[in-house]
């Protein structure tokens, strides 16, 4: 999720109101097999990803808070609602990872 926010930032930056390839985030926790993978790496992967999306966010400047870019469902966002979408978004993922899941 870090690198995704990472990743349509600088879209957000480096071109005019992209349209962001869908994300499905089942799918890749299916495809990345993150039921397989060491924690103790992905918590280093995390606190590094975190760290750059964080580096990414700072780095805006006062003028582009208001560059926009597209999700592929049609959601229209500015660097800045997306900064608060994110604020949200990596809560519910704690959550999410957290959570029991096997009665689903």
């Not at 985030?25 to 924690?39: C, G, K, N, S």
């Not at 966010?57 to 560059?67: A, I, K, L, Y």
């Not at 926009?68 to 609602?81: L, P, V, W, Y």
Request: glycine content about 6%; hydrophobic content about 35%; proline content about 2%.
């Amino acid at each position: 999720m870090f690198r995704i926010y990472d990743e349509r930032l600088h879209l957000m930056l480096d071109h005019d109101d992209p349209l962001f390839a869908n994300w499905d985030q089942d799918q890749t926790a299916r495809e990345d097999r993150y039921e397989e993978q060491a924690p103790e790496v992905v918590a280093s992967q995390l606190s590094a990803a975190a760290d750059t999306v964080a580096d990414s966010f700072d780095d805006v400047t006062e003028e582009g808070w208001g560059r926009t870019g597209r999700r592929s469902d049609g959601s229209n966002f500015t660097i800045e609602s997306m900064g608060r979408y994110f604020a949200h978004d990596w809560i519910h993922h704690l959550w999410d990872v957290g959570a029991d899941h096997s009665s689903a």
